[in-house]
């Protein structure tokens, strides 16, 4: 991806960064009650409201990120980077972005897990985009949908109604493995898509 050298948007993001990293400092207080038992590779999938458990939890596992293109998305690699991600991918979840789509196949069949936020980076909020079900699909992984359960501060303000974890909180993973077929037509895929996306809302925080 080309280097963003325009001062103005470079300060942005760090501006950006800066307060995401100081929302997000919260990881460091949270209370695990389980961890994730999840085959790897794999693709973990669960909505953008509730990414920081996931995210924190996964660091150190050598695990693939994929943020939007947006400012925040830039703000957000960069405080991902300093938690210690060293591989983040730019890009939409949906199998229509092909450059992200590719480098993310690149990297699981390397033998790294991927999470992505199937309903990021802008939206609709709990709709799960295709990119997921096809990229385990093509990596020959299982997909897993995941949300951790917690208490927390819902900004409605924002378009995924984002739950920030209260400082302390206990947090319970509930989590299920999808496996793919790999002669799955398109029209399974999506039925599969589809079906994700309504166990994923049922086991998701009440808004």
């Not at 009650?33 to 999840?38: A, F, G, V, Y």
């Not at 957000?76 to 972005?97: M, N, Q, T």
């Not at 994700?196 to 009440?206: D, F, G, T």
Request: charged share 30%; hydrophobic share 40%; with cysteine.
């Amino acid at each position: 991806m080309k280097e963003e050298k325009r001062a103005s948007r470079i300060f942005l993001r760090k501006l950006i960064a800066l307060g995401i990293g100081a929302l997000f400092s919260v990881r460091k207080t949270l209370r695990y009650t389980n961890k994730l038992d999840i085959e790897h590779p794999c693709i973990v999938v669960g909505f953008h409201d509730e990414i920081l458990p996931t995210i924190d939890t996964l660091t150190g596992s050598d695990s693939v990120q994929m943020v939007g293109n947006s400012h925040i998305g830039f703000g957000l690699a960069d405080v991902l980077r300093s938690w210690g991600y060293k591989k983040i991918i730019h890009g939409s979840p949906g199998k229509s972005s092909k450059r992200a789509f590719i480098n993310l196949l690149r990297e699981i069949k390397k033998g790294k897990t991927a999470f992505i936020a199937p309903d990021g980076s802008r939206g609709p909020r709990h709709v799960m985009k295709d990119g997921p079900v096809f990229l385990a699909k093509q990596g020959g992984v299982p997909m897993y949908i995941i949300s951790p359960s917690y208490k927390g501060i819902r900004f409605r303000f924002l378009w995924d109604k984002f739950l920030l974890p209260y400082p302390f909180a206990k947090v319970t993973f509930r989590y299920e493995r999808i496996d793919i077929p790999k002669e799955a037509t398109k029209e399974e895929l999506e039925d599969i898509r589809a079906d994700a996306e309504r166990r994923l809302e049922a086991i998701c925080n009440p808004c």
